[in-house]
């Protein structure tokens, strides 16, 4: 690249020998024309090729830069190179920010950027869906004119490190949140909503479970403590008048135990430490099993027969044992005398279908979606009299859910239910025909 001064100083060399050829020809005026002929020439070029530049630099882009020899072609040149380099870093810059934002997108919790005043510079789907917020729509706006939560106000503006807000947004009953605002840059604010709708559930689920529980074992804890201060406090008991209360007593611990048994039952099947132990069993000699410890409850006085295709299942026995023998005596408790209870083993589409239909009392429709949560009884008094604990169907639930099986209930009132497990194919061999 040849210096501007340098081309400059050659084409003033070029006008001076211009002037002197133009002296010797024709005199002293003659070569002072040719002189100034020379520099008009030049200062001419410059002026149009800073025209050119000053029309390039009113609307670059689309347009390519100029050409133009010597120093302006130069200076064009490192122009050109200079606007190519920006823009790739623009490039840069904008592939940067479009990977960030679609990780910030694609993030599971709330984010909403906050500017020194508490607009709203960005925020992403989670924080639109959470709080409600509408992505560019929003954009510039005070985010407590958006929000409007109880003490939201206050935890935004003081935005404390460690402090979260739990809330529930209006007219979301299925949503629970936990907030945090952090600060950041200069004055700037993130908010972070999270999304702890499973953790307050559980944490409920947990709550109601030791509440019922607790109410569970105090009732017959009550009982036997009454009798107990009673007889206590005789002072010479009559061993004929003490019979009833201690068979009273007998029932109410019996009662305790089989509480006892079913949470032990329940919470091994709920550990996650507690691997399934897999073992073949012919179906038909559980069914059976199932079906005499049912003819013992029911004590003759239900029809109870067993329909069932001869065939292997995978998995645990005495699990399986247990979700079986719920569903089965479930039926004996809520079938009248006289009732019709059927149990069956089936395949279908190739899954395993073990069924227990009854002639009972049936479920009315609105209990059905509940009946597999802990102590849901549809009727409490029923239930305690033949010796329920409120606990079964959870089993049934646990244990099924453990062999990768399914529960379906259907049931009409008056009329009888069908409880039906299905079993995948893979748990499930074929034998020889129906029997
Ligand atoms: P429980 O010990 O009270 O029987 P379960 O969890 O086994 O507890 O059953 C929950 C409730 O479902 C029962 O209280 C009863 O109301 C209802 N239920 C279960 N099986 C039947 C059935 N075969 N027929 C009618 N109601 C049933």
Redesign the pocket.
Same mark, same amino acid.
């Given at each position: 690249m040849t210096s501007a001064w340098t081309i400059f100083l050659l084409r003033m060399i070029a006008i001076a020998l211009l002037a002197l050829i133009g002296g010797a020809l024709f005199g002293l005026t003659g070569g002072l024309a040719l002189a100034c002929a020379g520099l008009l020439l030049v200062v001419m070029s410059h002026v149009a090729n800073l025209s050119r530049l000053q029309a390039w630099l009113k609307q670059p882009e689309g347009k390519s830069l100029p050409d133009a020899w010597g120093a302006w072609g130069d200076a064009f040149i490192a122009l050109h190179r200079l606007r190519r380099d920006e823009e790739m870093q623009r490039e840069r810059i904008v592939a940067d920010f479009e990977v960030f934002s679609q990780a910030a997108e694609a993030y599971p919790d709330g984010l909403v950027f906050l500017d020194a005043d508490d607009r709203i510079l960005w925020c992403n789907r989670a924080a639109e869906s959470q709080l409600g917020l509408h992505g560019e729509a929003d954009k510039g706006l005070l985010i407590v004119n958006l929000v409007r939560l109880p003490r939201f106000a206050e935890f935004i503006a003081n935005a404390r490190p460690g402090e979260s807000l739990q809330c529930r947004p209006l007219g979301r009953k299925d949503l629970d949140l936990s907030l945090e605002a952090l600060r950041f840059g200069k004055d700037r604010k993130l908010l972070i909503s999270f999304d702890v709708t499973q953790i307050e559930r559980a944490a409920t689920v947990r709550r109601d479970f030791v509440a019922n529980v607790s109410h569970e074992l105090r009732t017959p804890l009550t009982v036997i403590a009454g009798f107990l201060e009673h007889m206590l406090s005789e002072p010479d008991p009559d061993p004929a008048a003490s019979r009833q209360p201690l068979e009273i007593m007998d029932g109410q611990a019996r009662r305790m135990l089989s509480l006892v048994d079913?949470l032990l039952v329940l919470s091994r099947l709920e550990s996650e430490g507690h691997a399934l132990r897999e073992e073949t069993m012919d179906v038909r000699d559980l069914v059976f099993d199932v079906a005499d410890e049912a003819r013992r409850l029911s004590a003759g006085r239900h029809s109870i027969t067993c329909e069932v295709q001869p065939g292997q299942l995978k998995g645990s026995r005495e699990e399986l044992r247990s979700a079986f023998s719920?569903?089965v005596?479930?039926?004996v %408790?809520? *079938?009248p005398e006289g009732g019709r209870i059927v149990l069956r083993w089936a395949l279908r589409e190739g899954k395993g279908v073990f069924s227990?239909e009854?002639s009972?009392?049936?479920?009315a429709e609105e209990?059905l979606p509940r009946?597999?949560e802990?102590?849901?009884?549809?009727?409490?008094g029923?239930? %305690?009299e *033949?010796?329920?604990?409120?606990?079964?169907?959870?089993?049934?639930k646990h244990a099924l859910l453990r062999h990768q099986a399914n529960l379906e209930i259907d049931?009409e009132l008056g009329v009888?239910?069908t409880?039906r497990a299905y079993f995948p194919a893979w748990r499930v061999t074929p034998k020889g025909g129906a029997t």
């Open positions: 079913d719920n569903l005596t479930n039926a %408790r809520y *079938t227990v009854d009972g009392i049936g479920i209990h009946m597999t802990r102590f849901y009884r549809v009727d409490r029923r239930s %305690r *033949t010796g329920g604990t409120g606990l079964g169907l959870s089993i049934v049931s009888g239910s409880f």
